[in-house]
């Protein structure tokens, strides 16, 4: 139909007035609405950061009302156990949230009660406890996140009992996240292999950056070091940091050559991405000698009282990793500051 008509009696004569809806053409073109701002996404891995549009609105539900958040321009996975040693986490997650207009999705895993373990059928009284056990976790959970600075239910909560690890991932897919924060829990070897390594599995499986949060952390990382073996996960370990820390923070880029050998070209490389971080931060490079790259940038860090290490992980098989070990390994391992890992190019 090409317009909608508006009659009027009269002497039986209807006079029609036509509106169409649609612009006439001109000879000019029609002006356009500018588009929002593209926004550097944290990595550039095809598989793992898809191109998406940036949404003008997101919904998120607030008691009974539905608050529509604009212009976000990340979307963060936050991972919480209600614990201490996931605070930091939630503490970071806000402030970074409340200064990118960031979406927080907090995914939380609840641990069943000893019978579900055990297997077999299970009693109606262990049904009764399981409730009780979800509700008393998901209260910790909540207050957890109103203690960081998050409005009461501004956030959606996805509750899983099952693998931590998998559930944290599965959920991270489902929300499109751009980055994973949860705790940096440094646990022993032997507690790692009776309860899981819930850390490990998500940073050595995650298709988006993880940023592990070292449980007193009260504030957003703001000087941070980066690994660089100029391998892609490294330089996007490095644009991240930069994203991280902001324009009021610094990334210092530091390669760290063998030390019989030398990297051709090492000191010029450092300072162009020195050059192309610099709108997004300030950022500084260095060459240091040692043969443990992951031990080299945890020691620099503590020297500095840098409260951030970002590396690259490579994509390397679990029985490489086991035998030869892996950088973001060593420094999730060791490190006393929080710690982002990138994931390899795809």
């Known amino acids: 139909m090409a317009g909608s008509t508006v009659s009027r009696s009269g002497s039986g004569r209807k006079e029609g007035v036509s509106v169409d809806p649609r612009p006439r053409r001109t000879g000019a073109a029609p002006a356009r609405l500018p588009s929002p701002p593209a926004f550097p ?34 979307k963060i996975l936050l991972a919480l156990d209600g614990t201490d040693g996931s605070f930091g986490a939630a503490r970071v997650a806000t402030l970074l949230a409340q200064r990118e207009s960031a979406a927080v999705t907090v995914a939380t895993v609840a641990e069943p009660p000893p019978a579900y373990r055990a ?9 009764a406890e399981e409730r009780d056990l979800v509700r008393a976790h998901l209260e910790r959970v909540q207050a957890q996140i109103e203690a960081a600075g998050a409005q009461p239910g501004s956030w959606p909560i996805r509750l899983g009992i099952e693998a931590a690890g998998r559930f944290i991932l599965h959920a991270a897919e489902e929300a499109e996240a751009d980055l994973i924060v949860l705790g940096l829990g440094r646990k022993p070897l032997h507690k790692r292999l009776l309860h899981g390594d819930v850390l490990g599995h998500v940073a050595s499986r995650a298709a988006v950056p993880i940023l592990a ?9 703001r000087a941070a070091c980066a690994g660089i073996d100029f391998s892609p996960p490294s330089l996007e370990a490095a644009r991240a940091a930069c994203r991280i820390v902001g324009p009021a923070g610094t990334v210092h880029l530091v390669h760290i050559a063998p030390v019989t ?21 300030a950022a500084s490079s260095a060459i240091l000698r040692a043969d443990d790259p992951a031990q080299a940038l945890v020691s620099l860090a503590a020297d500095r009282g840098l409260d951030l290490v970002a590396v690259g992980r490579h994509g390397r098989s679990v029985a490489s990793r086991l035998i030869l070990g892996s ?18 190019v795809v």
Do not use: N
């Open 327 to 344: 950088v973001s390994v060593g420094v999730l391992r060791t490190a006393h500051c929080s710690v982002l890992v990138a994931p390899p």
């Open 261 to 281: 050998d030398d990297t051709p070209g090492a000191p010029q490389r450092l300072d162009e991405l020195a050059a192309r971080l610099a709108p997004g931060c």
């Open 213 to 221: 949060v070292d449980s007193a952390a009260d504030r957003l990382p």
């Open 119 to 127: 297997g077999g059928a299970v009693p109606l009284a262990t049904r």
């Open 41 to 74: 996404r944290l990595c550039a891995a095809p598989r793992a950061c898809r191109p998406r549009p940036i949404p003008r609105s997101f919904p998120l539900r607030r008691g009974a009302r539905l608050i529509r958040e604009e212009h976000i321009l990340m």
